[in-house]
């Protein structure tokens, strides 16, 4: 070191020709830039770091004699002299966050950063890094990358978080290369340092991260419903066709009781459109919404946003170049819809880089079927959230190849996943001869009647997941999470049957079969009481089931003790036509748990001005009574229901004597049958151990309690 001097959060640091620079950005959040030849730059500007944080400038230095610290509140940082090296330590200084182990080293055409690596350290980040989550003792290249199979990188983020409790962002646009052995060596191909450096633990540094780069974007309701993409104008594998043929297909989904948001009814390739006011009128009818795909920009937004488009995906021939080019894109796409109508904007984009969460659905491209597609699917979706991207999927069946078992264990798992679309007009059978389209019904049964199971299945879970839409905007944490991020502390969660498996929220695990057999083994399950969701058999984590019974109509899902599942009535196929005089819970009672539901108009930008609605449910289990308590819903948005019913499924308690509300206590039926006709009352099955409650319509501004009374002591 050659020179030290600054003061109030902001530092300017001297090797020879090195110039370095220290600002604080908050107690806990500080930016290190580095340049050999003394000039720093910032290339990236305003792309990726829309508005810079306010410097925190309550600091302090002091001279201890190797180094120099400079101290906030949370942390200190030392610069040490001879030679220069950084190292960041808790507000003790002593317990390091992170260290140095060598100085910045640099060639002519990048510069590393080498740090010690603590002995049970652990790796995570990286953007979408396809066929892993975890990633010590790996190598990870955070770059452009049109590889769409194991060991691609197409969405990845120059951004990763250590277990040790830290989180860094390299500020560039420039390809890096992160090696997480020992000791930790990461670099981007450029000779200057920008990189902001976040303490915490692991979800607090992911929302640090997204707080700086974009937290997700709130998708409409409709995004979360599954989405269906063709080419229908004069589509060479299928002979001469129309736009106005998508309707047809949108048709299918509704004869069929299948759930469908959104098509896409161009491919870009070449397949252009017609008469898109009148094919976006016949969709609405279907309740899904116009969507078009791109190759060449987006040159005719506000015409095709007027006629009906709410949905925009782009394509690699546009936007495959990556970084700064795939981010404008995505801002441009977004905003092309919101510009032009009180919609949000809803857009899917192959390539992208830090920032993309704020703006899209990133999707790990184009690949051909095969039980390792499924497999390595698994932790690659699991992985992009531990870098603040909430959407992250791929086709359903893959894009290039079906095979009606393949597809249906695809579809099954990715029913967990927020944002899913079948991609059409490219696939051949499994021998590469036969053309077959890819709609969930077209392989007859059984595998249209499993398909609609779990379709019909995710659009009931769309308030579980509209709410953690929500909750994903506030914190940056998205919806699908390896075990690791809930379970931190357990080093199983970071083994290989936890690979294979993710958790949807915080409350269902899902353990996909990826393979051509009928039973399950490695089913990892932490602490915790987990029930079977179909059998209703409990299981006490941490444990491991093996020989699992897995028919193709079974996913093993299983639901975490103290769960409470907000879920729209039974036979819902669309957000829009739903019966919004009734919302449903799914309970697993244990000890004292809470819920707060999420709600808005699902379409508008309106929560936006605070046009939104909270819901607390409180459930309270002991051996004498189980109680739940739904308060009152606080705030209010267009459309918002005056009243609703409600129907509880609670399980695993005994059989109640009486259910009492305030009203007094309702009428025990004979059976499900009988519940569903009536108003109220309540029916326990003996078979499954589960207790169905319906309650009559109750005003949404006040709160009202139920109470299983068991008679237990």
Same mark, same amino acid.
């Given at each position: 070191m050659t020179a030290f001097s600054g003061s109030q959060g902001s530092y300017d640091i001297a090797a020879g020709t090195l110039k370095a620079k220290v600002d604080f950005l908050a107690d806990d959040q500080l930016r290190l830039q580095a340049a050999p030849d003394g000039v720093l730059t910032d290339p990236a500007g305003r792309t990726i770091i829309r508005k810079q944080p306010e410097p925190q400038r309550d600091t302090s230095t002091f001279d201890a004699g190797a180094y120099y610290g400079i101290r906030a509140k949370d942390v200190v940082l030392r610069v040490y002299k001879h030679p220069l090296r950084f190292g960041l330590y808790r507000a003790d200084d002593r317990t390091a966050v992170w260290q140095e182990d060598a100085p910045l080293r640099w060639s002519t055409s990048g510069l590393r950063q080498s740090l010690t690596r603590g002995a049970d350290e652990q790796f995570f980040g990286g953007g979408e890094q396809n066929g892993s989550f975890s990633h010590r003792d790996q190598t990870i290249h955070v770059a452009n990358s049109t590889n769409w199979n194991e060991g691609g990188y197409n969405n990845s983020q120059p951004f990763y978080v250590s277990s040790a409790g830290y989180g860094v962002f390299r500020n560039t646009f420039a390809p890096g290369l992160y090696d997480f052995g020992s000791p930790v060596r990461t670099g981007q191909q450029e000779r200057r340092l920008d990189a902001y450096y976040f303490t915490g633990d692991v979800k607090s540094v992911i929302g640090q991260y997204t707080a700086l780069v974009g937290k997700p974007f709130m998708p409409p309701v409709y995004g979360l419903e599954p989405g269906d993409s063709d080419c229908y104008l004069h589509n060479a594998n299928r002979g001469e066709r129309h736009t106005l043929d998508a309707v047809k297909v949108a048709d299918g989904y509704v004869q069929n009781q299948m759930p469908l948001g959104w098509m896409l009814v161009n491919d870009g390739y070449g397949c252009g459109y017609e008469n898109l006011p009148q094919t976006g009128e016949g969709l609405r009818k279907d309740h899904a919404q116009l969507g078009l795909w791109t190759q060449n920009g987006l040159p005719n937004q506000a015409e095709e946003v007027k006629a009906g488009v709410r949905v925009r995906k782009l394509d690699v021939a546009w936007v495959g170049n990556g970084y700064d080019f795939a981010l404008n894109a995505c801002d441009q796409a977004k905003s092309g819809i919101e510009d032009n109508s009180d919609a949000r904007g809803f857009v899917w984009l192959p390539v992208s880089w830090a920032g993309a969460q704020r703006c899209g659905v990133l999707w790990s491209g184009d690949q051909s079927l095969s039980w390792d597609y499924i497999r390595w699917q698994i932790?690659?979706?699991?992985?992009?959230?531990?870098?603040? %991207?909430?959407y992250d999927t791929g086709d359903v069946g893959s894009i290039f190849r079906r095979d009606p078992k393949m597809y249906t264990r695809d579809l099954q798992w990715k029913a967990f996943l927020p944002a899913i679309m079948t991609m059409d007009g490219w696939a051949k059978d499994m021998a590469g001869k036969e053309q077959r389209d890819q709609q969930p019904w077209l392989d007859g049964e059984p595998y249209t009647s499993i398909n609609r199971k779990y379709l019909q299945l995710k659009e009931r879970l769309l308030p579980y997941m509209y709410t953690l839409s929500a909750e994903a905007t506030r914190t940056g944490i998205g919806a699908v999470r390896p075990l690791a991020l809930e379970y931190p502390d357990d080093p199983a969660a970071l083994g290989p049957n936890a690979k294979y498996e993710f958790l949807a929220g915080p409350d269902f695990l899902v353990a996909p079969v990826?393979?051509?057999?009928?039973?399950?083994?490695? %089913?990892?399950? #932490?602490?915790?009481t987990w029930t079977d969701y179909w059998t209703g058999r409990t299981y006490q984590g941490p444990t491991t089931i093996n020989g699992y019974s897995a028919p193709l109509d079974t996913l093993p899902l299983f639901v975490k003790g103290g769960s409470i599942v907000p879920m729209w009535p039974k036979g819902t196929l669309s957000w829009e036509n739903r019966d919004r005089g009734e919302l449903d819970y799914d309970l697993y009672p244990q000890g004292d748990s809470s819920y707060t539901l999420y709600e808005d108009d699902g379409v508008t930008r309106q929560f936006n001005a605070g046009s939104s609605a909270t819901q607390r449910v409180d459930v309270h289990a002991n051996r004498a009574v189980t109680t739940v308590t739904v308060g009152a819903s606080v705030g209010s948005y267009t459309g918002k229901p005056a009243s609703r019913g409600y129907r509880f499924s609670v399980h695993g308690q005994p059989a109640p004597?009486?259910?009492?509300?305030?009203?007094? #206590?309702? #009428?025990?039926?004979?059976s499900a049958a009988a519940l569903d006709s009536a108003s109220s009352g309540w029916y326990y099955d003996a078979a499954t151990g589960v207790t169905q409650i319906r309650t009559p319509a109750v005003s949404t501004d006040r709160a009202f309690s139920v109470n299983l009374i068991h008679g237990g002591h």
């Amino acid at each position: 070191m050659t020179a030290f001097s600054g003061s109030q959060g902001s530092y300017d640091i001297a090797a020879g020709t090195l110039k370095a620079k220290v600002d604080f950005l908050a107690d806990d959040q500080l930016r290190l830039q580095a340049a050999p030849d003394g000039v720093l730059t910032d290339p990236a500007g305003r792309t990726i770091i829309r508005k810079q944080p306010e410097p925190q400038r309550d600091t302090s230095t002091f001279d201890a004699g190797a180094y120099y610290g400079i101290r906030a509140k949370d942390v200190v940082l030392r610069v040490y002299k001879h030679p220069l090296r950084f190292g960041l330590y808790r507000a003790d200084d002593r317990t390091a966050v992170w260290q140095e182990d060598a100085p910045l080293r640099w060639s002519t055409s990048g510069l590393r950063q080498s740090l010690t690596r603590g002995a049970d350290e652990q790796f995570f980040g990286g953007g979408e890094q396809n066929g892993s989550f975890s990633h010590r003792d790996q190598t990870i290249h955070v770059a452009n990358s049109t590889n769409w199979n194991e060991g691609g990188y197409n969405n990845s983020q120059p951004f990763y978080v250590s277990s040790a409790g830290y989180g860094v962002f390299r500020n560039t646009f420039a390809p890096g290369l992160y090696d997480f052995g020992s000791p930790v060596r990461t670099g981007q191909q450029e000779r200057r340092l920008d990189a902001y450096y976040f303490t915490g633990d692991v979800k607090s540094v992911i929302g640090q991260y997204t707080a700086l780069v974009g937290k997700p974007f709130m998708p409409p309701v409709y995004g979360l419903e599954p989405g269906d993409s063709d080419c229908y104008l004069h589509n060479a594998n299928r002979g001469e066709r129309h736009t106005l043929d998508a309707v047809k297909v949108a048709d299918g989904y509704v004869q069929n009781q299948m759930p469908l948001g959104w098509m896409l009814v161009n491919d870009g390739y070449g397949c252009g459109y017609e008469n898109l006011p009148q094919t976006g009128e016949g969709l609405r009818k279907d309740h899904a919404q116009l969507g078009l795909w791109t190759q060449n920009g987006l040159p005719n937004q506000a015409e095709e946003v007027k006629a009906g488009v709410r949905v925009r995906k782009l394509d690699v021939a546009w936007v495959g170049n990556g970084y700064d080019f795939a981010l404008n894109a995505c801002d441009q796409a977004k905003s092309g819809i919101e510009d032009n109508s009180d919609a949000r904007g809803f857009v899917w984009l192959p390539v992208s880089w830090a920032g993309a969460q704020r703006c899209g659905v990133l999707w790990s491209g184009d690949q051909s079927l095969s039980w390792d597609y499924i497999r390595w699917q698994i932790p690659t979706y699991a992985g992009a959230t531990m870098s603040g %991207i909430a959407y992250d999927t791929g086709d359903v069946g893959s894009i290039f190849r079906r095979d009606p078992k393949m597809y249906t264990r695809d579809l099954q798992w990715k029913a967990f996943l927020p944002a899913i679309m079948t991609m059409d007009g490219w696939a051949k059978d499994m021998a590469g001869k036969e053309q077959r389209d890819q709609q969930p019904w077209l392989d007859g049964e059984p595998y249209t009647s499993i398909n609609r199971k779990y379709l019909q299945l995710k659009e009931r879970l769309l308030p579980y997941m509209y709410t953690l839409s929500a909750e994903a905007t506030r914190t940056g944490i998205g919806a699908v999470r390896p075990l690791a991020l809930e379970y931190p502390d357990d080093p199983a969660a970071l083994g290989p049957n936890a690979k294979y498996e993710f958790l949807a929220g915080p409350d269902f695990l899902v353990a996909p079969v990826y393979s051509d057999t009928t039973t399950r083994d490695g %089913i990892y399950l #932490p602490e915790g009481t987990w029930t079977d969701y179909w059998t209703g058999r409990t299981y006490q984590g941490p444990t491991t089931i093996n020989g699992y019974s897995a028919p193709l109509d079974t996913l093993p899902l299983f639901v975490k003790g103290g769960s409470i599942v907000p879920m729209w009535p039974k036979g819902t196929l669309s957000w829009e036509n739903r019966d919004r005089g009734e919302l449903d819970y799914d309970l697993y009672p244990q000890g004292d748990s809470s819920y707060t539901l999420y709600e808005d108009d699902g379409v508008t930008r309106q929560f936006n001005a605070g046009s939104s609605a909270t819901q607390r449910v409180d459930v309270h289990a002991n051996r004498a009574v189980t109680t739940v308590t739904v308060g009152a819903s606080v705030g209010s948005y267009t459309g918002k229901p005056a009243s609703r019913g409600y129907r509880f499924s609670v399980h695993g308690q005994p059989a109640p004597q009486l259910v009492v509300t305030q009203g007094g #206590p309702l #009428p025990r039926l004979d059976s499900a049958a009988a519940l569903d006709s009536a108003s109220s009352g309540w029916y326990y099955d003996a078979a499954t151990g589960v207790t169905q409650i319906r309650t009559p319509a109750v005003s949404t501004d006040r709160a009202f309690s139920v109470n299983l009374i068991h008679g237990g002591h």
